[in-house]
């Protein structure tokens, strides 16, 4: 801890320190030590100054049960001092007594009347966590002490100890927050006319059909634990809901937020394995769940998939992975489709800290549900900057896809060649680090796409806002 603040105990005085420990358990001590206007100082008259240097130096010569008596006789004098309220966690925590001590560490973070002392309060609460282990407990104090580091030395410091607990945790959360306005909530059309290339007849759409306003909401809970570790090799036990909620500016005949909404439900396995070297890691999921839509169940999932990071050099990494999924849907007959998909993908850091990146995707979806099989190509192109401009770091992003269905119908005509759409989409992301609390940053996205297709009805142009909040680290 650092001395302005709370400072270490001077070892020394054990006689006069054993003599008013002698006397504070003939309780002479507490009346005296409330009142202005003492004497001249003795062991058994003490000034509120004077107690709370006998406090420390109590601490420095390993008397906790001293220190704990005269911190007593502070809290007397005044029920939130930061101060003695710290040097009873302190006493405590030497007697071995962490969860007694941490609920005093708190207290003092919560009384604390400047950052430096509620840096030192959280600090203490998280050693005190972690020495009870408590990892969550000291992750949750080591959060709470970046926010008050003195400089950005000691908050490095800080956010190195929370990596480095949470290393040891088995288990791990992670929240996600994100709304979003958006011109287009609904994927509609940008034309109320919907003309088919090759097909004479031109229909309309109706109003829920069109491009609707609104906002979209998404929020994401997810946790796993660790089952088992070895060198090279650990397995985790993950769960994640992820629930997407939309709300409509404006009302369609037909057609509400709550048509649009979706929760997703999932239960998995990973397995990460070291590679031949330490440079290559595996990952291995196996996970299954259910997807709800419009408030009802849309259907079940299982997928296996398998992830590989290979670290070229200290600034180029190469990755690619697949995955495969089962999906049985609940009412629709003949819809139950197979899904296969795969990536491979680049990344490289410069000097200057910048990071550009480059990832090819596909997706194949193999059913025999009416406008369900297709296949879909994207590339995705970004670039992360390397310095801040002013309070942000931005991030740029720009990607071309290309889906097509080799039968389509739209009612009763069958789209001659099927469905082929090509779309351009782009965004830039700003994430404002010293806005941040307990790690948690805001986060500000703008994303602009438009599809173009030989079905007028799939022609959307969107751009929208979304503000998120992440973690930090």
Same mark, same amino acid.
């Given at each position: 801890?650092?001395?302005?603040?709370?400072?270490?105990?001077? #070892?020394?005085?054990?006689?006069?320190?054993?003599?008013?420990?002698?006397?504070?358990?003939?309780?002479?001590?507490?009346?005296?030590?409330?009142?202005?206007?003492? $004497?001249? /100082?003795?062991?058994?008259?003490?000034?509120?100054?004077?107690?709370? /240097?006998?406090?420390?130096?109590?601490?420095?010569?390993?008397?906790?049960?001293?220190?704990?008596?005269?911190?007593?006789?502070?809290?007397?004098?005044?029920?939130?001092?930061?101060?003695?309220?710290?040097?009873?966690?302190?006493?405590?925590?030497?007697?071995?007594?962490?969860?007694? /001590?941490?609920?005093?560490?708190a207290l003092a973070y919560w009384h604390a009347k400047s950052d430096a002392q509620?840096?030192?309060?959280?600090?203490?609460?998280?050693?005190?966590?972690?020495?009870?282990?408590?990892?969550?407990?000291?992750?949750?104090?080591?959060?709470?002490?970046?926010?008050?580091?003195?400089?950005?030395?000691?908050?490095?410091? =800080?956010?190195?100890?929370?990596?480095?607990?949470?290393?040891?945790?088995?288990?791990?959360?992670?929240? *996600?927050?994100?709304?979003?306005?958006?011109?287009?909530?609904?994927? !509609?059309?940008?034309?109320?006319?919907?003309?088919?290339?090759?097909?004479?007849?031109?229909?309309?759409?109706?109003?829920?059909?069109?491009?609707?306003?609104?906002?979209?909401?998404?929020?994401?809970?997810?946790?796993?634990?660790?089952?088992?570790?070895?060198? $090279?090799?650990?397995?985790?036990?993950?769960?994640?809901?992820?629930?997407?909620?939309?709300?409509?500016?404006?009302?369609?005949?037909?057609?509400?937020?709550?048509?649009?909404?979706?929760?997703?439900?999932?239960? $998995?396995?990973?397995?990460?394995?070291?590679?031949?070297?330490? /440079?290559?890691?595996?990952?291995?999921?196996?996970?299954? $769940?259910?997807?709800?839509?419009?408030?009802?169940?849309?259907?079940?999932?299982?997928?296996? !998939?398998?992830?590989?990071?290979?670290?070229?050099?200290?600034?180029?990494?190469?990755?690619?992975? !697949?995955?495969?999924?089962?999906?049985?849907?609940?009412?629709? *007959?003949?819809?139950?489709? =197979?899904?296969?998909?795969?990536?491979?993908?680049?990344?490289?850091?410069?000097?200057?800290?910048?990071?550009?990146?480059?990832?090819?995707?596909?997706?194949?979806?193999?059913?025999?549900? #009416?406008?369900?099989?297709?296949?879909?190509?994207?590339?995705?192109?970004?670039?992360?900057?390397?310095?801040? #401009?002013?309070?942000?770091?931005?991030?740029?992003?720009?990607?071309?896809?290309?889906?097509?269905?080799?039968?389509?119908?739209?009612?009763? #005509?069958?789209?001659?060649?099927?469905?082929?759409?090509?779309?351009?989409?782009?965004?830039?992301?700003?994430?404002?680090?010293?806005? !941040?609390?307990?790690?948690?940053?805001?986060?500000?996205?703008?994303?602009? %796409?438009?599809?173009?297709?030989?079905?007028?009805?799939?022609?959307? %142009?969107?751009?929208?806002? =979304?503000?998120?909040?992440?973690?930090?680290?």
């Amino acid at each position: 801890m650092t001395a302005p603040v709370y400072p270490k105990a001077q #070892i020394g005085l054990l006689p006069l320190l054993r003599a008013i420990r002698h006397l504070l358990r003939a309780s002479t001590f507490a009346g005296a030590l409330g009142f202005a206007g003492l $004497g001249a /100082a003795t062991p058994a008259n003490l000034t509120l100054a004077q107690a709370d /240097a006998l406090a420390v130096q109590a601490l420095g010569a390993g008397q906790p049960r001293l220190a704990y008596d005269l911190s007593k006789g502070l809290l007397q004098a005044d029920p939130h001092n930061p101060r003695a309220l710290y040097f009873q966690a302190v006493a405590l925590a030497q007697a071995k007594a962490y969860g007694a /001590a941490e609920r005093k560490a708190a207290l003092a973070y919560w009384h604390a009347k400047s950052d430096a002392q509620r840096f030192q309060a959280a600090n203490l609460a998280a050693e005190l966590s972690f020495a009870d282990e408590r990892l969550t407990g000291s992750q949750f104090w080591l959060r709470r002490a970046v926010d008050h580091a003195p400089d950005e030395v000691a908050r490095a410091q =800080t956010v190195t100890a929370f990596q480095n607990v949470r290393a040891r945790n088995p288990l791990r959360f992670d929240f *996600r927050f994100s709304t979003t306005p958006s011109d287009n909530v609904n994927n !509609g059309a940008n034309s109320p006319l919907n003309v088919i290339d090759g097909v004479p007849v031109v229909g309309t759409l109706s109003p829920s059909a069109q491009a609707l306003s609104g906002w979209i909401t998404t929020a994401q809970v997810a946790a796993s634990y660790r089952l088992a570790k070895s060198d $090279g090799r650990e397995t985790r036990a993950r769960a994640r809901v992820n629930a997407r909620r939309v709300q409509i500016s404006d009302s369609v005949p037909g057609l509400s937020g709550d048509d649009l909404s979706s929760t997703v439900a999932e239960l $998995g396995l990973t397995q990460y394995l070291r590679g031949t070297s330490a /440079a290559v890691t595996w990952k291995f999921d196996l996970d299954g $769940g259910r997807v709800w839509y419009a408030d009802d169940p849309l259907y079940d999932f299982a997928r296996v !998939g398998a992830t590989r990071h290979h670290r070229l050099t200290d600034r180029l990494i190469l990755s690619f992975g !697949g995955t495969f999924e089962d999906q049985h849907y609940e009412r629709a *007959r003949g819809a139950d489709s =197979t899904v296969a998909s795969g990536f491979a993908g680049v990344g490289l850091t410069f000097a200057s800290g910048a990071q550009i990146g480059f990832q090819v995707q596909y997706r194949d979806t193999d059913s025999n549900g #009416i406008n369900r099989a297709s296949d879909q190509w994207t590339g995705i192109a970004s670039y992360q900057l390397g310095r801040d #401009i002013g309070p942000a770091s931005l991030e740029f992003s720009l990607g071309l896809s290309q889906l097509d269905y080799s039968s389509f119908q739209v009612g009763f #005509i069958s789209v001659p060649g099927g469905r082929d759409d090509r779309s351009v989409f782009g965004g830039v992301t700003a994430t404002f680090n010293d806005w !941040g609390y307990m790690g948690f940053v805001p986060t500000l996205t703008v994303t602009s %796409e438009r599809s173009d297709s030989n079905i007028s009805r799939f022609d959307v %142009e969107e751009t929208s806002i =979304t503000l998120g909040i992440r973690s930090e680290f």
